[in-house]
């Protein structure tokens, strides 16, 4: 891995308008409409046909999915674009003497760092509107939560070569999970077992749990978690492995 | 100059039927949004208020399946018609040169973009129909046709100020999806029939499409046109009067 390499693709990613929206106004955009259009009461929710109690606020329950979906969005736009800037630069790259392993490194890392970075602002900006019955459970299933949808944005990067079509496909699908399927307010099959196809299925149960339980409830589904990531990852190294085959 | 003019026509009609992203828009996704709404919402009764001060007690599910109607068609002409700015301020140089006038190539984008967003129209509003039968049938395609006239002149003002595709798509998903599902919808909550609202795209067709789904009064739906209508020019007319002041014919 290469220090400056993996800074001067940072300072290339700062410099992109893009990198703004993606990383400040979005969030912001997300977070701040989940407190406007919330009243700030307590509601019924209930997970795998058990109501949650103490019944959580109608508000924070709505900052704790939009905190989700931003962390997705962002983290897997962040990929999605690494990937493809990856694809471009990487013939330059090795010209210029850097082994492969050097460089998809340094863009796993650069990818990595991102997915921190944005959990640790909307990580934050969520404390303002709601304390989280466990601060490190909540803390880290965005994390897994950002690394998991970061994985997605991979795989989708590397499947479909249209770019618009591709960035179109992850948005719909991470809005219609998170913000949506998953959404205890809008949809009456959140916790159906048919979802777990969803990626975010089972990381919004263990954020509602870091969120809203006491204790180390939440890391039950953290296996199920790692599965599906390891899913995506052998799907990933099977797509790339068949796309290289074929250019 | 008409043989010309269909030959652009076609051409264009063509390449948009190649591309992946505007048939994944008007085709998959209506169908998806719709489907998905019609699944996952409760068949709950609601209380809302419309803009005129009409209490409402309506179904969850109902509500969402029109206003999802809406969403679908407003991330569907928003996506095509920014695409197609971005697309048709690159290629229009190159036609001229071939010889096309400006008017012919506006008038190929245009009866194309309509093509296709007909097509998008006319899907969304039969898969509505299917799923839920409202008071007023025809006032729920004049909403959509509405949201599509808006959002396509939307679709042009973001083309305007964003070349780069993937800022431009993003901005548009994010900004209907967030209109539509949470500022001009009733699911909304606290926002909803906030004052400021009114000025956003979405609030006056969603303002025709409850009314065509649980009340029969066409006479109220002048009013919203006019709006939708006025915004739609406001965003018409921003860009050209930028580039007449700048003077830098288009960008």
Redesign the interface.
Known sequence: MSKTLLLSIYKNFLRE??TV??LVI?PL?LIL?AT????DQTTIVILEGKIIDPQPNAKALAVVVNALTAVAMVTS?TAF?ANIQLRKVKPRLEIMGYSSRQISTTFILFATGISILTSVAIYSLSLIWFTPYNSLGFFSTLIIGSLLFSTTGLVLSTLIK????G???L??IV??DVA??EHP??????DNSALIVMPGHYVIRMVFRAAFKTGKIWIQYLPHVILYELFLFLLLILVTKLTSKKG | MLKRGFFLTGFTLKSLLRNKTIVFSSLILPILTLLSTWWVTVDELMSFELQNNEQLYQSMKDVHILTGALTAVAITSGIISYILTVENNMISPRLKITGYTQLEISLSLLVSIFTILSLANISTFLLSLLLFWPKNPAGVLVAILFTTIIYTVFGFFIGFYFTKIMEGTLIVLIFSFIDLMMISNPMGGEIYLKPWTKFFPGFWPTQIVLHAGFLDDPFYYWGPILWTLAISLVLLIIPQLKSLLYNKGGH
């Open positions: 308008k893009i929206l993606i979005l955009i409409t406007a259009t919330v009243p736009i674009f249209s770019r618009e079509l960035l179109y496909l948005l719909t809005i219609l949506f399927l307010f809008y949809s009456r099959q959140y």
